[in-house]
């Protein structure tokens, strides 16, 4: 077993098939599909479950992609100190749903970080994702939350992957429109009155269901629904109609001005915004820094 052949199983993992490692590897796809069951022979374990949808992590490969990059690290820190003779590089990945505050928490912890080399990956992805991220150590916390329809179920999806939730800040669901919208003056706003207009949400890819929804009552039908997957896209498209999305009411006036708001929804539901760590993991230094720069989104004041 060599630390080219355990790159090309965390390279696997990242990009979530062989066909788009071996591009990004610029090696043939037989070439890693031989290199993987080279592995997996030696080690005598299955690290990936093979598909017609695709390849899935094994319960061991989960395991031994966490070792795997534990020695990857390793071996990255003796090449600077002992071949490049530079400072240990320090790596830190959040894996979040699509908020504005997640990145501008991130944003502070950076530069709290102040040191010369390092690492960081803030990754806004599909929710069974971030939990993918986070169990296999590709992230070292997740973002994500919590309500009366998905709880049951996502608590399971984090147990089933030995995750642990732990909550940061209740918020009440706002929906969040462009000031000219039609219901933009009103105190707030119900179900019934969305009905007529275009609903934005993210795309969640083979999970599409109300459970791994990223908005709030994505399970109750309408007839005009535009998916997306960028943050960026759902921002342009409330400015450029009359289109709407659920979600906490935390949205920073100084990045759009007064050109999107979020009048709150009358409706009896709230989002419990937490993060994910694996169940033995302490919050290092990184996500201390971190987490406390999301609390301080809790305020409603923000």
Known sequence: MTIQQLKYIIAVVENGSITEA??????SQPSLSNAIKDIEKEADITIFIRSRSGIALSKEGAEFVGYARQV???MELLED???????????FGVSTQHYTFTTNAFVEMVEQFG??????????????????????????L??????????????????????VFYELFTAKPHVFMRSAHPLAEKQFVTLKELEQYPRLNFIQGNYES??????????????????????????????????YTISSGIFPRYLQGDTIIAVPLAEDEKMHIGYILN??????????????ALKKYGNPSI
Do not use: W
């Not at 071996?22 to 090696?27: E, Q, V």
């Not at 997740?142 to 995750?163: P, Q, S």
């Open 279 to 292: 169940e033995k993991q302490e919050l290092s230094e990184l996500g201390r820094l971190y987490v406390n």
């Open 22 to 27: 071996a591009k990004k590897l610029y090696i």
């Open 142 to 163: 997740g973002i994500l939350y919590l309500c009366k329809n998905n709880e049951a179920v996502i608590r399971r999806t984090l147990e089933e992957a030995k995750l």
């Open 81 to 91: 100190k002992y071949i490049s003779h530079l400072p240990p590089k320090t790596r």
């Open 210 to 243: 109300s459970y791994f929804a990223e908005e709030l009552f994505s399970a109750v039908p309408t007839e005009k629904i535009i998916k997306v997957s960028d943050r960026g896209a759902i921002v342009n498209l409330m400015i450029g109609m009359d289109a």
């Open 115 to 140: 040191q010369e080399r390092f690492e960081f990956i803030l990754n806004e992805t599909q929710l069974h994702q971030i939990i993918k991220d986070v169990k296999n150590q590709f992230s070292d």
């Open 72 to 74: 990857i690290q390793q």
